[in-house]
């Protein structure tokens, strides 16, 4: 009987058996001293997990249909069984979760995550943020409120700044001239499979961590900390303590401060007719948005904004220095707390209306954003690589 | 370190736990914001039932505000809520030529008739009134209760009254005067003045804007509660893994 079950061991295990080796993985992974802002990660997995199941239930509800979105989601509202707490934890972890993500992505610029050897798992994260933001924008489509319709002109209006193929791209991807109920129901496919992609690409972007290990802060501090913990089960009480705080806020936003979030205007039905007093994006869109006001070219508008993301994916090779921590980099400290400033400059920008200060504001920080990653960031890794024999520091080969 | 994750593996399986305690609530009854003293009339053998603010606005919606006004997000049957008899919401629907699971929709066949029938502006609809009108419900509050005797001095148009609170046309509004001393026969004995029903029907359309409040602010109670507990049980754990690991 060679084929017997040893019974000590676990029947899941005998079965797969690279369970166990996974598990033994993910408890001993050895993890360098990093602070707190290497637990963002995790609450990321759990804000994704409260949207990815709430967005199911609230899928069961609401009906992508021109003349019954807008019901079906007050339905939700008030007759669904705690639809309504469904829904407050899909609108209200939108922010949360962007949140999260805008500062997962500051200690990444911060701490220098972004380079050798991470670069995959840089790549990875900025696709997801793309990502994110297509579903959220199409995501607000959904409730076809006038904030919705509104907003989603201004937007889609703006691929017809394309020369040439705009305006016939336009109408291939909304499916008509205007934005109709062909539109609506593609935003609501769109927002529905986007949910499944992410959920795969967060899975890849956790694998090729594990592949380098996390990033060590300390290294080019003047006392480098090389000691490693496994993650189970202090790292593990770490991150599950982040999320409970995390959580905390996540509830105080949905339970007590509801009117934080949703437009009055999107409680009033589309209306084509009758366009809103002032249009303005959610916060965690506002700083492209500004951008693209901030231009007065539409086509310049558009290729700024696209610019400004696309420019972060060559961060790994516009700053080449072996030193990863900004704190120890003067010129990039002084680079990334100015792009920190402008970015919130530009979050509030694109909340207010476009008057001359708030674009001059946007320019002026659009000129810091693309100063710092294109000229201040290479020019200080240059100099860095120059004095490199004080700094065998980092752990770039 | 076996012991400390068996330790985190306890404190795991508590938590879960206690996430399955269901929570069920009934929107518990508000404190009246500025309400006037509730007066009682005589006493009689029946014990009076207790009102709550937005159950008496249901009233004064049902036999005031909605013969002109419609609330379109709402269903007849959604103020079961606020009137469990559902044979009486079944009889209102039924007057108004609806069902249970009808729309309140507006009494005019069209917005021209509704203009017409109100000196040119449409009544709008009474949905998110609370949250959508400029100065909320303190303004409707005092809108209702605000309609004064015309001023000497000034002219008004036929079908328009003077109301110094109102937005619109400088004083001059459309809306007819609808709420009148002792209109409505309250079953909790809750005396009819002006003042109280305009406390009352503005509590009524808070809730038609938001009726989850109450509930809401519970589960978020609890819920802020029941985290803290976790943290600090997850914290004093994090405190000794720092020294023991
Ligand atoms: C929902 C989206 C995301 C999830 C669930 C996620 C998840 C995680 C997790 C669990 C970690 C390890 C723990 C930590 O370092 O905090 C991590 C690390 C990392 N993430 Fe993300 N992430 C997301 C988005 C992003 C984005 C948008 C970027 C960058 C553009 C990014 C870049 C990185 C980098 C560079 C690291 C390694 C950090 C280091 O060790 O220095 N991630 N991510």
Same mark, same amino acid.
């Given at each position: 009987?060679?084929?017997?079950?040893?019974?000590?061991?676990?029947?899941?295990?005998?079965?797969?058996?690279?369970?166990?080796?996974?598990?033994?993985?993910?408890?001993?992974?050895?993890?360098?001293?990093?602070?707190?802002?290497?637990?963002?990660?995790?609450?990321?997995?759990?804000?994704?997990?409260?949207?990815?199941?709430?967005?199911?239930?609230?899928?069961?509800?609401?009906?992508?249909?021109?003349?019954?979105?807008?019901?079906?989601?007050?339905?939700?509202?008030?007759?669904?069984?705690?639809?309504?707490?469904?829904?407050?934890?899909?609108?209200?972890?939108?922010?949360?979760?962007?949140?999260?993500?805008?500062?997962?992505?500051?200690?990444?610029?911060?701490?220098?995550?972004?380079?050798?050897?991470?670069?995959?798992?840089?790549?990875?994260?900025?696709?997801?943020?793309?990502?994110?933001?297509?579903?959220?924008?199409?995501?607000?489509?959904?409730?076809?409120?006038?904030?919705?319709?509104?907003?989603?002109?201004?937007?889609?209006?703006?691929?017809?700044?394309?020369?040439?193929?705009?305006?016939?791209?336009?109408?291939?991807?909304?499916?008509?001239?205007?934005?109709?109920?062909?539109?609506?129901?593609?935003?609501?496919?769109?927002?529905?499979?986007?949910?499944?992609?992410?959920?795969?690409?967060?899975?890849?972007?956790?694998?090729?961590?594990?592949?380098?290990?996390?990033?060590?802060?300390?290294?080019?501090?003047?006392?480098?900390?090389?000691?490693?913990?496994?993650?189970?089960?202090?790292?593990?009480?770490?991150?599950?303590?982040?999320?409970?705080?995390?959580?905390?806020?996540?509830?105080?936003?949905?339970?007590?401060?509801?009117?934080?979030?949703?437009?009055?205007?999107?409680?009033?039905?589309?209306?084509?007719?009758?366009?809103?007093?002032?249009?303005?994006?959610?916060?965690?869109?506002?700083?492209?948005?500004?951008?693209?006001?901030?231009?007065?070219?539409?086509?310049?508008?558009?290729?700024?904004?696209?610019?400004?993301?696309?420019?972060?994916?060559?961060?790994?090779?516009?700053?080449?220095?072996?030193?990863?921590?900004?704190?120890?980099?003067?010129?990039?400290?002084?680079?990334?707390?100015?792009?920190?400033?402008?970015?919130?400059?530009?979050?509030?920008?694109?909340?207010?209306?476009?008057?001359?200060?708030?674009?001059?504001?946007?320019?002026?920080?659009?000129?810091?954003?693309?100063?710092?990653?294109?000229?201040?960031?290479?020019?200080?890794?240059?100099?860095?690589?120059?004095?490199?024999?004080?700094?065998?520091?980092?752990?770039?080969? | 370190?076996?012991?400390?994750?068996?330790?985190?593996?306890?404190?795991?399986?508590?938590?879960?736990?206690?996430?399955?305690?269901?929570?069920?609530?009934?929107?518990?009854?508000?404190?009246?914001?500025?309400?006037?003293?509730?007066?009682?009339?005589?006493?009689?053998?029946?014990?009076?039932?207790?009102?709550?603010?937005?159950?008496?606005?249901?009233?004064?919606?049902?036999?005031?505000?909605?013969?002109?006004?419609?609330?379109?997000?709402?269903?007849?049957?959604?103020?079961?809520?606020?009137? #469990?008899? /559902?044979?009486?919401?079944? &009889?209102?629907?039924?007057? !108004?030529?609806?069902?249970? @699971?009808?729309? *309140? $929709?507006? +009494?005019?066949?069209?917005?021209?008739?509704?203009?017409?029938?109100?000196?040119?502006?449409?009544?709008?609809?009474?949905?998110?009134?609370?949250?959508?009108?400029?100065?909320?419900?303190?303004?409707?509050?005092?809108?209702?209760?605000?309609?004064?005797?015309?001023?000497?001095?000034?002219?008004?148009?036929?079908?328009?009254?003077?109301? #110094?609170? /109102?937005?619109?046309?400088? &004083?001059?509004?459309?809306? !007819?005067?609808?709420?009148? @001393?002792?209109? *409505? $026969?309250? +079953?909790?004995?809750?005396?009819?003045?002006?003042?109280?029903?305009?406390?009352?029907?503005?509590?009524?359309?808070?809730?038609?804007?938001?009726?989850?409040?109450?509930?809401?602010?519970?589960?978020?109670?609890?819920?802020?509660?029941?985290?803290?507990?976790?943290?600090?049980?997850?914290?004093?754990?994090?405190?000794?893994?720092?020294?023991?690991?």
């Amino acid at each position: 009987m060679k084929d017997s079950i040893p019974p000590t061991r676990n029947w899941l295990d005998t079965r797969l058996p690279f369970l166990r080796p996974f598990w033994q993985h993910m408890a001993h992974f050895p993890m360098p001293p990093v602070n707190l802002l290497w637990t963002i990660g995790a609450c990321l997995i759990v804000a994704f997990g409260l949207m990815f199941v709430s967005g199911l239930f609230l899928s069961l509800h609401y009906q992508p249909d021109l003349s019954l979105a807008f019901d079906s989601v007050e339905a939700i509202e008030r007759r669904v069984p705690s639809g309504w707490l469904i829904r407050s934890i899909h609108t209200g972890g939108v922010s949360m979760l962007f949140a999260a993500l805008y500062l997962h992505v500051g200690r990444g610029l911060w701490y220098g995550s972004y380079k050798a050897p991470r670069e995959i798992v840089w790549l990875s994260g900025l696709l997801l943020m793309l990502l994110f933001m297509t579903t959220a924008f199409a995501g607000y489509v959904l409730p076809w409120g006038q904030m919705s319709y509104w907003g989603a002109t201004v937007i889609t209006h703006a691929v017809e700044a394309i020369p040439g193929i705009g305006h016939g791209l336009l109408v291939y991807l909304l499916g008509e001239d205007t934005l109709g109920g062909i539109a609506l129901h593609r935003f609501f496919i769109l927002h529905f499979t986007l949910g499944f992609i992410i959920a795969a690409i967060i899975g890849l972007h956790i694998l090729c961590l594990h592949g380098t290990g996390s990033s060590n802060p300390t290294l080019d501090s003047p006392h480098p900390d090389r000691s490693t913990r496994p993650f189970a089960p202090f790292y593990v009480v770490k991150d599950c303590l982040a999320v409970c705080v995390f959580l905390a806020l996540f509830a105080v936003l949905i339970f007590f401060l509801p009117e934080l979030l949703g437009k009055l205007d999107n409680i009033i039905p589309a209306n084509p007719l009758k366009t809103p007093a002032d249009i303005t994006p959610e916060w965690y869109l506002a700083p492209w948005f500004a951008m693209l006001r901030a231009i007065p070219s539409r086509l310049g508008g558009l290729i700024a904004a696209a610019s400004s993301l696309l420019v972060l994916f060559l961060l790994p090779w516009l700053d080449r220095s072996p030193r990863h921590n900004a704190t120890y980099r003067p010129l990039v400290r002084l680079g990334m707390g100015l792009f920190f400033i402008a970015f919130i400059t530009l979050i509030l920008a694109g909340m207010h209306g476009a008057t001359p200060l708030w674009v001059w504001l946007s320019r002026g920080s659009m000129l810091v954003w693309f100063l710092t990653f294109l000229v201040l960031l290479p020019l200080a890794a240059y100099r860095e690589r120059q004095t490199r024999d004080a700094s065998t520091q980092g752990e770039t080969p | 370190m076996r012991s400390c994750f068996r330790q985190t593996g306890i404190a795991f399986l508590a938590a879960l736990s206690l996430t399955s305690i269901s929570i069920t609530t009934r929107a518990e009854s508000p404190a009246p914001e500025q309400a006037p003293a509730t007066q009682t009339t005589a006493p009689t053998a029946d014990p009076l039932p207790i009102m709550r603010p937005e159950e008496r606005g249901l009233m004064i919606f049902q036999q005031v505000c909605s013969s002109c006004h419609s609330m379109e997000r709402a269903h007849y049957g959604d103020m079961i809520a606020l009137q #469990p008899s /559902a044979t009486a919401l079944q &009889h209102w629907a039924q007057q !108004r030529h609806a069902g249970l @699971e009808s729309p *309140i $929709a507006s +009494p005019y066949p069209s917005v021209a008739v509704g203009k017409a029938n109100n000196g040119g502006d449409y009544p709008p609809d009474l949905s998110h009134i609370a949250r959508t009108i400029r100065g909320g419900p303190d303004y409707i509050r005092q809108m209702l209760a605000g309609y004064r005797p015309v001023p000497p001095g000034v002219t008004l148009a036929p079908n328009t009254y003077y109301n #110094p609170i /109102a937005l619109t046309h400088h &004083h001059k509004f459309k809306m !007819r005067p609808p709420l009148h @001393e002792g209109m *409505i $026969a309250f +079953p909790d004995g809750t005396k009819a003045t002006i003042p109280q029903m305009a406390n009352d029907v503005t509590a009524f359309l808070q809730w038609a804007d938001d009726s989850h409040r109450h509930t809401r602010q519970f589960i978020g109670t609890a819920v802020l509660l029941y985290l803290a507990l976790l943290g600090g049980v997850l914290l004093a754990l994090w405190r000794l893994l720092k020294r023991t690991t």
